[in-house]
């Protein structure tokens, strides 16, 4: 059963909760709402040192707060782009020239007996 809302002033369409509310309607997805519940439990080996399984979400939170432990998102190689293939020779030149003069300003205002050196090594761009 569908709850009417009101008709439409344009075109003298019924609208009810769901619709779009413009001309021209149409349905509308709905929203799906993600449970908290694993249905069966969901084991997890390396929580503690023992198998735990647990049977919500918020259960794996209660859990995972008792041992100190959190999620944690780390970067993979194979995640995607790899940042090593945008460099390039020009990228690492002005790299050099910006690490080079530091906090002290612009190289030209330098005395070029006073400046030192700082030289710049990447060992491993990895594959190409």
Same mark, same amino acid.
């Given at each position: ?61 209660? +859990?995972? #707060? ?6 944690? !998102? ?5 995640? *995607? @782009? ?26 030209? +205002?330098? #005395? ?6 700082? !030289? ?5 761009? *990895? @594959?190409?």
């Amino acid at each position: 059963m569908r709850t009417r809302v009101g008709i439409c002033e344009k075109c003298g369409e019924a609208l009810d909760i769901g619709r779009w509310p413009f001309c021209p309607h149409q349905a509308v997805g709905s929203a799906a709402v993600i449970g908290d519940e694993y249905p069966g439990g969901k084991t997890f080996e390396h929580l503690d040192h023992r198998p735990v399984t647990v049977y919500s979400k918020t259960e794996l939170h209660r +859990e995972m #707060d008792k041992r100190h432990v959190r999620f944690t !998102d780390r970067y993979h190689p194979n995640d *995607g @782009p790899d940042w090593r293939q945008a460099i390039d020779a020009q990228t690492l030149a002005n790299a050099t020239a910006l690490v080079s003069r530091g906090a002290r300003g612009s190289a030209e +205002e330098e #005395d070029p007996a006073r400046l030192e050196t700082l !030289d710049t090594w990447i060992r491993d761009l *990895g @594959p190409r």
